[in-house]
């Protein structure tokens, strides 16, 4: 790679840390390591991280609570790692602001193929463009997203956090109002593969972007549910950029 992607794998397994540092540096990524909460939090204030794989059960505060508390200020991608089996645990790290998990034990080819996914789908739209370059933002239902700040602007111009999922899902919807999308169609065009029976990654993304647009789940107005098809945002948009 000509400009490598810096990753941070945070994982207490010593033997984890090491096996993954080695595969993912000599398959062309730079690669840091952390074994809990602080040592992440050193990693990140002395280093630019392109992408975080985070282990969710960790010592002291695990890593759905390092996940959300990232997520207050950061919009650096997260592959959360869970045990094999746990539903709940993947729910949950999605939840937090995860844009894609992964199953131990795995293959490390299998992560290295979820990262460069991940990456390809983040870094399609650098958060800091030339200076000098104008600010496109697409304005719908008197919300703005700001495609070049990753961020949402409420009716009152008050910033309204976004993970890299959601705000990847938002400008999927954006770019196709009033069409209705199916889960596999979203899945496919936020996270790069393909849906499993039991994969709730989408729903529960529509209820996180749902409730930062403070829709009621129940008659929500901008992002609506269609029957059996899938998902519609009911509104018009508008394309520019600011004054």
């Known amino acids: ?8 794998v945070v994982d207490d397994d010593r033997e984890i840390r090491t096996l993954l540092a080695e595969y993912l540096d000599a398959n062309g990524f730079r690669t840091l390591t952390a074994s809990n909460g602080a040592e992440m939090r050193q990693m990140l204030a002395q280093s630019n991280i392109d992408l ?10 695990d890593g759905l609570t390092l996940c959300r508390n990232l997520r207050t200020q950061s ?10 089996g746990a539903a709940l645990d993947r729910i949950l790290g999605l939840e937090m ?3 894609d998990y992964l199953a131990k034990p795995f293959e490390p080819r299998e992560l290295f193929a979820r990262i460069r996914s991940v990456l390809r789908r983040t870094q399609a739209l650098p958060p800091n463009m030339a200076a000098g370059a104008s600010a496109q933002q697409m304005q719908f239902a008197g919300w703005t997203l700001d495609l070049n700040a990753r961020h949402l602007l409420n009716p009152e111009g008050v910033v309204v956090a976004l993970s890299g999922a959601e705000f990847r899902m938002l400008k ?12 596999d169609q979203l ?17 529960i993304q529509i209820s996180r972007l749902r409730q930062k647009l403070g829709e009621d789940a129940r008659t929500p107005a901008i992002i609506k549910t269609v029957r059996n098809e899938g998902y519609v945002l009911s509104t018009t948009v508008t394309i520019g950029s600011p004054e």
């Open 187 to 203: 899945l496919e065009l936020t996270q790069g593969r393909e849906a499993d029976p039991f994969d709730r990654s989408i729903d």
């Open 75 to 84: 919009s650096i991608p997260v592959i959360m790692l869970t045990a094999r």
């Open 172 to 183: 999927i919807f954006l770019e196709h109002p009033n069409r209705v999308l199916n889960r």
């Open 1 to 8: 790679m000509e400009n490598p992607a810096h990753i941070l």
């Open 97 to 99: 602001g995860a844009d």
């Open 52 to 61: 975080i794989v985070l282990d969710l059960t960790l010592p002291g505060e």
